[in-house]
Each structure stands twice: as structure tokens, then as C-alpha cells.
């Protein structure tokens, strides 16, 4: 039966981090994973680009039941690490905004990084197979795969991702086996997704699609600064995706359709230099033209805007900076980027990310409950993760027997 200092159960971002680092004192470490490549949703990220990290990453970009527990694999696995690596292999990359470092050509750059650091650690790749059963062993875990093969390993690391995007094969089988394992699993639900409305405010929405304009969206004592863009099933954009996180069911969302703009001095400058222009018409000097007009019959605007007293164009400004709505859900874990939740952190080790409960088992990347914003900082954290994992399974020295 071939035993392995480590088998690393998926091939995603933290997986083949984490082989690399495993590997890289000549311990024997598989990967296997389902899908017929690795790294699909590498390949897939940032429009093909590969959003791969932010120069900002840092814990307050995380969303977790304990915020402290990504600070250790942060601080010490950083994105500055991650971006020698990719220059050490010559990759071309440029920042976008708000620091997010995309590839210059394809994302197919950085999952053939990671397959040459795999390679040079000394790993294997197994696609196309999955564990069938796992049970664990006085010393170690017996897996049985999915071809009917059996091994055995000393160590195994659960980087089966979250249930984000089930066409590409994503299961919540991560999250079975730290159940089977005793870990406890926070509620999971859809990360960084679109926001759906009811008919009644869809009848109006449903035009606009396609529309995107510069919002500030919050919930709560939360919020962001960045696109919105207008679709025919609700709200999508950056601005939503991120606020999309901090959402629960029942809950309103705020839009500021003028950030970092006082509408009330621009609406009175205008009636001062163009009173006898239609109030409407100014809105759409101040937004896009269907997004105004639809604004301009919301709130009734009709006249010249000469005929607007300050107490009016307070009232038409306040409709622009808060504009309340309430989601009626989001599009799901189909076109979620994320999974929010996961493995409850309280049950790992923050520095190793092994499991305080069963030795030589370790949770990284997105099946554990740590969640980053839109921008690169899921990458991070699988970087981060899969690093602290994989030191720490070759500091143990273990080798299979050949």
C-alpha cells in the first residue's frame, strides 16, 4: 500500500501552495483532485487575468467569527512574498485599482507557477480521482480513493475549497469530513454574489440593466466605495459584491449614488448657473441618462430646477445619497465567488493550521472560516494558508517509507 508523508486533498490555489512547501524537504506529498486540471478556478479568476493578490492584504480584509486567527499565516506568508514569487518565474503583472495585481497575459501563468514549484518540490499530481473514504489510524489516515486504490499518509490536508460555483465541481465534502472529524463548521452561505430584489422593485430595476455607475453601498456600519452595476436579475458590481458579505436576509443596503459629493451645493450650484433647465434634465448631467430618468419619476421631479427651493433640492439630495433597498436574496452559490463560514477556526491551530483535536490534520484556504473581500485577498489567504501548512508538515521531518 504507497504511504505519503502528506496527501493534499485538492489542487486549487492553497493545495498546490501547500504540496510545494510540503514537499520541499523531501517528504513524499500527493495531490488529488477530481477535476480533469488543476487550478480551474485560478484559471477562471479576474476575467482570465487572475486577480492573484492585493498590495493592501492585510487581517481587516477578512471576515471571520474570530478575526484574529489569519493574522499569523498574514504577517507571516505576505502578498510581497507571493509577488517575488511570481517575479522570480517571470510573470508580467500590473495593478489595477485599489491595489489589485492581475496578470498581464492569462491566469494560466500562475497555475503553471504553481505546477513548476510542485514539480521542483518533488510532489505528484493526481487528477481525475477522489477520497472515497477517509479513516484515521493510530498513526496517521488510510484513504481510499475513488479508483478503489488505498494508501496511507501521516499527514492530510483538506484544501477541498467551499460549495462556490457547483458547475466547477465545488462540494461541501470539506466540510463532511471536519464533521467526521469532530471539528464544529460555522453556518456557510454565497460570498461576494449579485443581490436579487422582489418584482415590485425589479419592474423598475429591469431597464436599467447594464448600467453601472460609481456608488457607495452599506449595510449596516459597513461599506464600500466602488461600482455598481444594474443587471436584469437585481444588483451586481463590486460595490455589491463586496457589501454582498456583510448582508443577512431582511436586512437593507443603502446605495450613495453621489460618493464623496455634496448633491445638495451641486443641485444648487446648477439652479444658479442653469435654473431654467428641467430638474431631470440636470440629474442626468449627474448620472447616467436612464439611471436618471428612472430617478427623476421615483422621486418626481418635474419643473424647472429654478423652482426648487433648498428645503426641495435637501429632499432631492437626500433620495441620491440614500437610496434604501432590501434584497430579497442573492443569485447563490452559483455565481458566489466565495463561500463565506467554514471550519470553525477555534478548532486549528493558527499557526500551522492543524487541527488542535487530531493530529497531522490540517484545514487552508476557503473551506475554513476565514473569507477575504473582492480583490485578490481570497488568493492571499490561500497563499497564507497553504504556507503555514506546508512549512509546518516538512518542519515535522516525516518521510514515507519510499
Given amino acids: 500500500m504507497p504511504h505519503y508523508a502528506s496527501v493534499i486533498l485538492g489542487a486549487g490555489a492553497a493545495g498546490l501552495m501547500c504540496a510545494a512547501h510540503a514537499a520541499a524537504r523531501g517528504g513524499r506529498v500527493l495531490v488529488i483532485d477530481h477535476a480533469k486540471a488543476a487550478g480551474e478556478k485560478i ?15 492585510g487581517p481587516e480584509n477578512f471576515i471571520s467569527a474570530n478575526p484574529h486567527f489569519a493574522k499569523s499565516a498574514l504577517a507571516r506568508y505576505t502578498q510581497w512574498d507571493f509577488i517575488d514569487l511570481v517575479a522570480r518565474h517571470g510573470i508580467a503583472y500590473h495593478e489595477k485599482t485599489l491595489g489589485q495585481l492581475f496578470c498581464d497575459t492569462s491566469a494560466k501563468d500562475i497555475v503553471r507557477m504553481l505546477l513548476d514549484e510542485l514539480t521542483a518540490a518533488g510532489a505528484h499530481l493526481l487528477l481525475q480521482t477522489s477520497a472515497a473514504q477517509i479513516d484515521k489510524r493510530d498513526s496517521g489516515f488510510a484513504v481510499t480513493l475513488s479508483t478503489g486504490a488505498q494508501i496511507t499518509c501521516d499527514t492530510l490536508v483538506v484544501a477541498t ?12 465534502f470539506g466540510y463532511q469530513l471536519a464533521a467526521q472529524f469532530g471539528h464544529a463548521v460555522t453556518e456557510t452561505r454565497p460570498g461576494l454574489v449579485p443581490l436579487t430584489f422582489g418584482a415590485d422593485v425589479m419592474d423598475g430595476l429591469k431597464p436599467l440593466a447594464g448600467v453601472a455607475t460609481p456608488a457607495r453601498v452599506s449595510c449596516g456600519m459597513t461599506r464600500f466605495d466602488e461600482a455598481l452595476l444594474f443587471t436584469h436579475r437585481g444588483l451586481s458590481g463590486p460595490a455589491i459584491l463586496q457589501i454582498s458579505s456583510y448582508w443577512r436576509e431582511g436586512q437593507m443596503i443603502e446605495v450613495d449614488l453621489l460618493p464623496g459629493q455634496d448633491g445638495f451645493a451641486l443641485l444648487r450650484d446648477r439652479r444658479a448657473t442653469a435654473g431654467r433647465k428641467n430638474a431631470a434634465t440636470v440629474l442626468g448631467e449627474l448620472l447616467p441618462a436612464r439611471l436618471a430618468a428612472y430617478l427623476a419619476e421615483r422621486i418626481g421631479l418635474t419643473g424647472n430646477l429654478a423652482d426648487y427651493s433648498d428645503e426641495k433640492l435637501t429632499q432631492v439630495a437626500q433620495a441620491l445619497h440614500r437610496w434604501t433597498l432590501r434584497p430579497s436574496g442573492s443569485e447563490g452559490y452559483r455565481t458566489a465567488e466565495v463561500t463565506l463560514g467554514g471550519v470553525d477556526t477555534d478548532t486549528l491551530n493558527a499557526r500551522t493550521m492543524e487541527s488542535k483535536s487530531v493530529p497531522g490534520l490540517y484545514f487552508i484556504g476557503e473551506v475554513v472560516d476565514v473569507t477575504g473581500w473582492l480583490g485578490g485577498y ?23 517509507p519510499g
Fill in 43 to 57: 484559471r477562471i479568476s479576474g476575467g482570465g487575468r487572475c486577480n492573484f493578490t492585493n498590495l493592501h492584504a
Fill in 161 to 172: 475549497g467551499g460549495k462556490s460555483i457547483p458547475k466547477m465541481g465545488a462540494t461541501g
Fill in 378 to 400: 481570497n488568493f492571499q489567504w490561500a497563499w497564507s494558508s497553504g504556507w503555514a501548512a506546508g512549512t509546518a508538515i516538512a518542519a515535522r521531518g516525516e518521510r514515507g
